[in-house]
Structures are given as structure tokens and as C-alpha cells.
């Protein structure tokens, strides 16, 4: 068992940053990739970025360029910096992980003002 909580969310302006944190504790030696998916007003839960262990990286075209993320081995965290936001990244963002089964988080919402 994986248990995940984020942490980081809130309310920006447009063109603004936030960075959002996903703490990993129980079966964490298991764990083989984490990542972020996001699901905004009336769309379907989508991808934003993926990192495994091994470091490798993968965004979605719509953020890349603007989201980093990176995987915090020491305190069993991942960390998505977000910058340049845009309205359209307004979504209840999910952290999951990938330990055989596919673990998530109970969401933090994002919501980028015009």
C-alpha cells in the first residue's frame, strides 16, 4: 500500500507560478514512476507530467516548457513547479503512483485566474 497527499494548490493570476508537492509514505520501495494528472471543469483526467525512478522525464505538450518535475528520493516527494499558468490549467490536480497497482492522492485544486 502507497499512500500519497499534495499539497501546494491554490488561486493565481495568469502568468504566475505554483509549485505543488505529493508526500509518498508506506510501500515506498515499490514505487517505480510518479507522476501528475490533472481534470478540469468538464474534462477527462489527463496526464501532465510522469517521472520514474531512474529520473526519466515526460510532459504533455501543454506544459512542456513550463512544468518541471523532479523526484526528492530523501524525503520520498515529487514536486511539480509550475510557471508561465495559464487559465486553462485551472484543474484538480492528482498525484499518482505507480507500484504494480496505481496509487493516488485525494487531489489539490489549481485555478489560474485571467
Known amino acids: 500500500q502507497v499512500q500519497l497527499v499534495e499539497s501546494g494548490g491554490g488561486l493565481v493570476q495568469a502568468g504566475g507560478s505554483l509549485t505543488l508537492s505529493c508526500a509518498a509514505s508506506?510501500?515506498?520501495?515499490?514505487?517505480?514512476?510518479m507522476g501528475w494528472h490533472r481534470q478540469g471543469p468538464g474534462k477527462q483526467r489527463e496526464l501532465v507530467a510522469i517521472?520514474?525512478?531512474?529520473?526519466?522525464?515526460s510532459y504533455a505538450d501543454s506544459v512542456k516548457g513550463r512544468f518541471t518535475i523532479s523526484w526528492n528520493n530523501a524525503k520520498n516527494t515529487v514536486v511539480l513547479q509550475m510557471i508561465s499558468l495559464k487559465p486553462e490549467d485551472t484543474a484538480v490536480y492528482y498525484c499518482?503512483?505507480?507500484?504494480?497497482?496505481?496509487?493516488w492522492g485525494q487531489g489539490t485544486q489549481v485555478t489560474v485566474s485571467s
Open positions: 499518482k503512483a505507480r507500484a504494480g497497482l496505481d496509487y
Open positions: 508506506g510501500s515506498i520501495f515499490s514505487i517505480n514512476a
Open positions: 517521472i520514474t525512478k531512474g529520473g526519466s522525464t
